[in-house]
């Protein structure tokens, strides 16, 4: 079976979901949080500038990261685990087969 070629059931695809939007919500939490502790010790306009380019590289990388096409969510999910954004918990109720390879890629 091909990682990209996976069969999704619809309890999976459910599952998938909610996963992905807690990945999501967990970082996008953590940049605010940067955000916030950073614009309040901003002092200068040089800051104010390498706050800009912080979120725009943030934004570009999430905007990478978080591809919900379900030929790539093994690769996605191996990724979220291995940031830190995902646990192998978080993905109870998918196949032991798509949890394995998972995790085996989160360790690459």
Do not use: C, P
Not at 4 to 20: G, H, L, M, R
Not at 64 to 74: F, H, P, V
Request: aromatic residues 10%; proline residues 0%; charged residues 30%.
């Amino acid at each position: 079976m091909s990682v990209s070629n996976i069969e999704w059931t619809e309890a999976e695809k459910q599952v998938a979901q909610t996963a992905f939007k807690t990945a999501q919500a967990r970082e996008a939490q953590a940049i605010i949080e940067e955000v916030r502790k950073t614009a309040t010790a901003i002092v200068d306009l040089e800051e104010v500038w390498r706050l800009h380019d912080f979120l725009s590289a943030r934004r570009h990388e999430m905007d990478g990261k978080y591809d919900y096409r379900y030929s790539n969510l093994i690769f996605v999910f191996a990724q979220l685990v291995s940031d830190g954004w995902l646990s192998l918990d978080d993905l109870e109720g998918l196949s032991q087969e798509k949890r394995t390879k998972i995790s085996v890629l989160s360790q690459m």
